[in-house]
């Protein structure tokens, strides 16, 4: 049995000290096939079914820590289970709107698929892809009314940001919000992903601002740096020189999130 807490930690590649998240119950993913980048169909009710069995009531709340980016498809995971009309905001350094390989659910897919197919989401809002990967998505996608982008090189002033959200955010409905720490600069944390410019400051002035007098139903955050990942042995300087540890970045994401979740 999964133990019963609001917070939960997925660990799939055995990377987070899972001590330093007391507030957290860890939910053990590490041994389930078919999940890295891609979810197939077993992996993912395998895992829905420990979402629910840990969170019976209200599956999708509180806040989770879902390992790398590779595990981003986790968000669509979660939002499946919300049983009434939401928002989705998301803070990424990629769209996550490609095409599904394969038919199968991935960290590159997610969000186009929640897009296409959730009919409870009533508006999506992206902060921080660069523009050229805006521009590049199908018209389609881009001619979507529930859609809504930020690219990174406006985020760039935070009182953009900041008129942004006021603007392009809703509040008749409740929120779930994502963030993927590669929309970060790499002088702020390391990921394994290719990153932003955010610093961590101003992301967490975003959360408060879109937060502030909202439901919020829960969030997620991922974008740690694995310990089996290739680079992680390569570039352990640069890893060092970055300001925020993992714990670190995530501690300041998970305190501002603790005052609405």
């Known amino acids: 049995m ?8 997925f660990n799939f590649t055995n990377t987070y000290e899972t001590s330093k998240y007391k507030d957290f119950s860890v939910i053990e993913c590490a041994d389930i096939s078919g ?4 979810l197939d169909d077993e992996a993912h009710k395998k895992i829905s079914l420990l979402i629910k069995d840990s969170s019976p009531s209200s599956p999708a709340s509180g806040i989770h820590l879902i390992d790398s980016g590779n595990y981003h498809y986790m968000s669509r995971v979660f939002t499946e289970l919300i049983d009434e009309p939401y928002e989705l905001i998301f803070f990424d350094n990629h769209t996550d709107m490609k095409p599904a390989m394969f038919d ?5 897919s997610w969000a186009g698929e929640v897009l296409e197919k959730d009919e409870n989401l009533r508006r999506m809002v992206v902060i921080g892809p660069p523009q050229k990967s805006i521009d590049e998505l199908p018209g389609e996608i881009l001619g979507n009314p ?5 690219s990174r ?5 935070i009182r953009d940001l900041g008129d942004f959200i006021k603007r392009e955010t809703t509040d008749t409905v409740p929120l779930y919000l994502s963030i993927d720490k590669d ?7 390391d ?10 400051d101003t992301l967490a002035f975003a959360i408060d601002e879109i937060c502030k007098g909202r439901k919020l139903i829960g969030a ?38 603790k005052k609405y979740v």
């Open 2 to 9: 999964v133990s019963k807490m609001k917070n939960r930690l």
């Open 35 to 38: 999940t890295d980048m891609y």
């Open 104 to 108: 199968m659910l991935s960290c590159g």
């Open 146 to 150: 529930k859609l809504s982008f930020m």
């Open 153 to 157: 090189e406006k985020c760039e002033k």
């Open 183 to 189: 929309v970060l600069s790499k002088s702020e944390v």
């Open 191 to 200: 990921t394994n992903w290719d990153q932003g410019s955010m610093s961590l």
């Open 220 to 257: 997620d955050i991922c974008g740690l740096m694995p310990l089996s990942a290739e680079n992680f042995s390569k570039d352990t300087n640069s890893i060092m020189q970055c300001k925020y540890s993992l714990y670190e970045s995530d501690a300041a994401l998970i305190e501002v999130l």
